[in-house]
């Protein structure tokens, strides 16, 4: 059995965990498209905060608390750019973290692509899973806000999601392509997970990558999502200020309808939802309750299993 997830950073990250536990109680191989519309480029590094988050935390490196960077993590040479005012202080660069970026902006800058350095990352980390970007080209999400465009990660951390939003733009998603591999993950899967990821800029941004949204939708494998919110609010992060700059309802049925059903155009063969969201109904789409809070690796390993039971995987 071949299992491809659509997921974002931690959340996704952690679901990820599930499903890699899922798999190897079944030798199940798994392939993971990885949101990268949250990348930065600063003081000359390229820097994948979704990429390194599902990394670090299959490979048990990530630091438990914060979801993102590493664990025993230093941040000498961030005091050491404030000393200088080189910021910008809202994004905190750990001294263990820059040695990823720096393996990778060495590697991108010698013309290695996204998904080669990712894997070449993950040779360390040994994730379990395969971890493909969504794309090899550089894409970013950026927020427009009223006195103009910002980067995705200072919207997020320097302004908490709190300033008036207008839209997100994924700037230079038009000219990219998925990342190789990711075409034949989709054609060879048995079924695809959506990850309870934030839908506006963690999913969208994976399917708005030319042909990526068609190899889902197109392929043979039943594709089946979880609500990434329980009980009208996000599990985690503020995905319901993303959803409210996109006006979708912040409820597991604003999100599955967002998806829609494959049966409609949309993406969804399947929903689950928490039972706190018991009796939500999706067009088209057949919703099942199960726990959706992934609290260890069993509960999302159930969660799996429940959604590839709905996807008749
Ligand atoms: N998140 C924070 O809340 N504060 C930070 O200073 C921060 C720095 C950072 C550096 C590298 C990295 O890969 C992730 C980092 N994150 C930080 C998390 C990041 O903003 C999120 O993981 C996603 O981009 C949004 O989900």
């Given at each position: 059995m071949h299992l491809v997830v659509l997921a974002g950073g931690i959340g996704g990250a952690r679901f990820l965990l599930g499903v890699r536990s899922y798999a190897r109680e079944r030798g199940a191989e798994v392939t993971a498209i990885v949101n990268v519309g949250d990348d930065l480029s600063l003081h000359g590094l390229r820097i994948c905060p979704d990429l390194d988050s599902v990394m670090y935390t299959l490979g048990d490196g990530t630091d438990p608390d914060r979801g993102w960077g590493r664990r025993d993590e230093t941040w000498t040479v961030k005091a050491e750019l404030a000393a200088y005012g080189a910021g910008p202080e809202w994004f905190g660069l750990g001294d263990r973290d820059l040695a990823t970026h720096l393996v990778r902006s060495t590697m991108l800058g010698a013309g290695h692509r996204l998904s080669a350095v990712t894997e070449a990352l993950c040779a360390r980390w040994q994730p379990g899973v395969r971890l493909l970007p969504a794309t090899d080209d550089p894409v970013e999400t950026h927020v427009v806000v009223e006195e103009g465009t910002i980067h995705f990660q200072q919207w997020w951390l320097r302004h908490r999601a709190a300033l008036p939003t207008q839209r997100f733009v994924f700037v230079g998603v038009e000219q990219a392509k998925p990342a190789a591999g990711v075409l034949d993950a989709l054609a060879a899967a048995d079924a695809v997970l959506i990850a309870p990821s934030n839908p506006v800029v963690s999913i969208a941004p994976i399917l708005a990558v030319p042909g990526l949204r068609d190899a889902v939708t197109g392929g043979p494998a039943p594709v089946v999502g979880l609500s990434p919110i329980i009980g009208g609010a996000?599990?985690?992060?503020?995905a319901d200020r993303c959803l409210a700059a996109v006006g979708v309802p912040c409820t597991a049925a604003g999100v599955g309808d967002l998806y829609g059903a494959r049966s409609r155009g949309g993406l969804l063969d399947g929903w689950l939802v928490d039972p706190a969201d018991s009796g939500t109904a999706v067009a088209g789409v057949p919703v099942r309750e199960t726990p959706l809070w992934m609290t260890d690796e069993r509960a999302t390993a159930e969660m799996v299993r429940v959604a590839l039971e709905v996807a008749g995987a």
């Open positions: 996000p599990v985690r992060g503020m």
